[in-house]
């Protein structure tokens, strides 16, 4: 930098760090202002997580000793659950797939018809899963309809996202042909976007099989049946070496399912 | 799916166009769509559903959905109204807490991990044994660790439930942080080796350098996904929207419900919004594609 540098320096003068921007130093203030805020309201402290630890320790020995053979009593609940999400996620991805073709602007020539898909798709998906389960309890009753209904509405949501917008990204070449030759909105989409979109769209019905499975836990604490209503019954009679050997149960079944659908994904794709 | 056998007829001299190529057999497709068939059937009767019950959706989700309709268009600033939007939209900002404050507990434990389970970065039996620890975490639902740990220690309330989603996004993040420091450029690893820094240098200024717009974006996306979450918690007495909404349809009241669902799907869709923006700047100022970004999230989540 500097002419006057004597030939025998070792190093040139390091260059001046760069300010930091004020976009990054405001939304970090923010960011933080926001936290302090958050955990203020909340009344946020790990101070239990010292001092009532031995109160934890109580109910967290139980759950080490679980009681496997409960396991195999409730085997129906686990029938049950596996079948809730088979249901679920085959009538959600199809209806899904039907949403995606609507909210797409390659697959739906009106403007309007996808701009409208595509808010009605994002207030879908910004409902929580236990709102839908609480919403089809009271509708039909404690039981797994309520379950399987409340999963197909958040898997018509999530499919259809992810296959929409694998829809956004296909090849025009075949959309073209299609066009060229006459072909309906209907045969386009049939001929020309489903087989570019078939490998992905397998695999995102494989994730949303997944999800389900998942999911079983939350859908049956509130009313929707499976497995997810024997650890509700369990847990609220203290039984906690029972709701134990569910949760690890339930842990290999979704790393099983896990390894199934990767091995599936592998042949789709 | 099966590769068209291509075997055009030998052509007629009368032929003006080609004959067409005789159709690939169907009878794998045919099969798989059996089987289908019968794994559906199979699950609808195993799935024990009292499926005549389904009628209630239509005659009484009308009703319901208008004494909803009701709530939402009374004068929200009169009395009791007003005490209800209020309510909703404070257990509804609980919520909004629970998640940030539980994702940024899970961001700030998961750069550790991500670095543990970096091939790139950490020894063969480290990165097997950070990974198997990662993805245990994630095989188990926010749910569970709620219910098996952070009850019992933190007693009913919010502070439970942050703190579950806090370990929750530990297993989804940690993954995906490992997954963008073994996609980094050698480069600048190499010119920092070069230039004489040593082991922690090299991780802070070209290792997390590189990969921290896109770590931001995915903490982002896990708090959007933890608002979400953190409404499940409340069910079981974590705190937030989803304690109230318990309550509500406990007691049938609908137009409460109503209310209620508003506030969750308008916050919900502005947070996303908002969230989504910040996270779009960040990784088109990053040299991160949005395509891989995604697919890395999805196959995370």
Known sequence: MSVEAPPRAAATDRPRKPAPSPVVIGGLVVAAAFTWWAGHSLGFSLRPLVENWSNGWVVIEQFLSPNWPFIWRVWDAWVETIAI????????????????????????????????????????????DIAYVLIFVALVGVGSLAGILALILFNIGIAAKLTSETIDAVDTGPLEAADASGAGTAARARWAVMPQILPNYLSYCLYIFELNIRAS???????????????????SRFEYENVAAIVVALFVVVLLIDQLSQYLRRRFV | MSAATNRTQPATASAVTTPRPSEPSKTKATLTWLALLVIFGGAVWLSNARWSEITGVFTDGWRYFQLMLDGVLENPFAEPWSGYWTLALEKMMESVYMAWVGTLIGAIVSIPFGFLAARNVSGRVTVQVTRGFLNLIRAVPELVFAIIIMLPIFGFGPVAGTV?????????????TAEALEGIDTGPVEAARAAGARKLAVLRWAYWSQVLPEVVAFWLYRFEINIRASAVLGIIGAGGIGQLLGQLFGRREWEQIGIALVVVIAVTLLVDALSGAIRHRIISGGAVKESTFKEDAVSAV
């Open chain 1, 85 to 128: 999400s088979i249901v679920a996620s085959a009538v959600g991805v199809s209806l899904g797939l039907l949403f995606a073709f609507l909210a797409s602007r390659v697959t739906n020539r009106s403007a309007w018809g996808f701009r409208a898909t595509r808010w009605f798709l994002s207030v879908l998906r910004s409902l929580p």
């Open chain 2, 164 to 176: 579950a989603l806090g370990v929750g996004a530990v297993g989804t993040l940690g993954k995906l």
């Open chain 1, 217 to 235: 836990v939350v859908i049956g604490i509130a009313g929707g049946g499976g497995i997810g209503s024997v650890i509700n019954v369990q847990f």
